[in-house]
């Protein structure tokens, strides 16, 4: 990957730099303070170069709210719906078909927080499509390129 393609496909967030790895120095026996210790060690970045967007955090926690509650919401209301037709209606339904449809909908929740983060828009200045298909397939690119890149500095 090029400097101008990876300059491209870097997050409005991202910092500039990549994190260097710490030298490692032979440490010598010198004795010193905790406020020298404390000055010597700064991050290599700022919290607000790392943080979020909090116009990125609200349009993911938006996405979350929806493609997560959605189907917890479902799923809590069959187990009342079923609670009620036992004991209301005299309607048993078979417990498997219950916990199935409670697992499904349960399995479905735990989905929607993954598909809710990746589907938003990461750039400030995009809100993005309705359902956030392609920005899914972007966003699942970076991450996966990261898994990579990481899985290839391991090696």
Same mark, same amino acid.
């Given at each position: ?103 499904? &909908?349960? #399995? +479905?929740?735990?989905? @929607?927080?993954?598909? /809710?983060?990746?589907? $938003?828009? *990461?750039? =400030?200045?995009?809100?993005?499509? &309705?359902? #956030? +298909?392609?920005?899914? @397939?972007?966003?699942? /690119?970076?991450?996966? $390129?990261? *898994?990579? =890149? ?6």
């Amino acid at each position: 990957m090029s400097a101008e393609e990876s300059e491209r496909s870097r997050l409005p967030f991202e910092p500039n730099k990549k994190r260097q790895k710490p030298v490692k120095v032979q440490k010598t026996p010198i004795k010193t303070t905790t406020t020298e210790k404390s000055a010597s060690k700064q991050p290599p970045f700022r919290k607000e170069e790392m943080a979020i967007p909090k116009v990125v955090s609200q349009r993911m926690i938006r996405r979350v709210a929806v493609f997560c509650g959605g189907p917890t919401a479902l799923g809590i209301a069959t187990l009342v719906v079923s609670y009620l037709l036992a004991t209301q209606a005299r309607i048993q339904l078979p417990p498997l078909l219950v916990l199935l449809v409670n697992m499904g &909908l349960f #399995g +479905l929740g735990v989905l @929607g927080i993954t598909y /809710g983060v990746l589907s $938003a828009s *990461w750039d =400030e200045a995009q809100a993005g499509s &309705l359902l #956030g +298909l392609s920005e899914f @397939g972007t966003n699942w /690119g970076r991450m996966v $390129a990261v *898994w990579r =890149e990481t899985r290839q500095k391991n090696v």
